[in-house]
């Protein structure tokens, strides 16, 4: 069966790094679009970065220039590199899959099939 595992969330200071994983599991990554997503206390949720099928990476314009996303078709994860955290930053955040085929160019954050879990990310000194 299909499933996305977040991990690597926990407690930073304010311009600190965290990298988070998105570990996949029953399917092949290289097929698949996926989506970094967050959501803070009190607000919707909100996708802040998409790798496609492709390999193409996007970014929600918050975390441009900061958060990097790769994927490691081999080992079946996805990575997250977050950089100069913010308290801003703090919120849940969930990895997510959307099926496309070889060779996608571009993201559709709403277009997401499958969920992780989620992962809290706490920014505070």
């Known amino acids: 069966q299909l499933q996305l595992e977040e991990s690597g969330g926990g407690l930073v200071q304010p311009g600190g790094s965290l990298r988070l994983s998105c570990a996949a599991s029953g399917f092949t990554l290289d097929r698949y679009n996926i989506g970094w997503f967050r959501q803070a206390p009190g607000k919707e949720r909100e996708g802040i970065s998409c790798?496609?099928?492709?390999?193409?990476?996007n970014y929600f314009e918050s975390v441009q220039g900061r958060f990097t996303i790769s994927r490691d078709n081999a080992k079946t994860i996805v990575y997250l590199q977050m950089n100069s955290l913010k308290p801003e930053d703090t919120a849940v955040y969930y990895c997510?899959?959307?099926?496309?085929?070889?060779?996608?160019?571009?993201?559709?954050?709403?277009?997401?099939?499958?969920w992780g879990k989620g992962t809290l990310v706490t920014i505070s000194s």
């Open positions: 997510a899959a959307d099926f496309t085929g070889y060779g996608s160019t571009g993201c559709n954050y709403g277009a997401m099939n499958y």
């Open positions: 790798i496609s099928s492709g390999g193409r990476a």
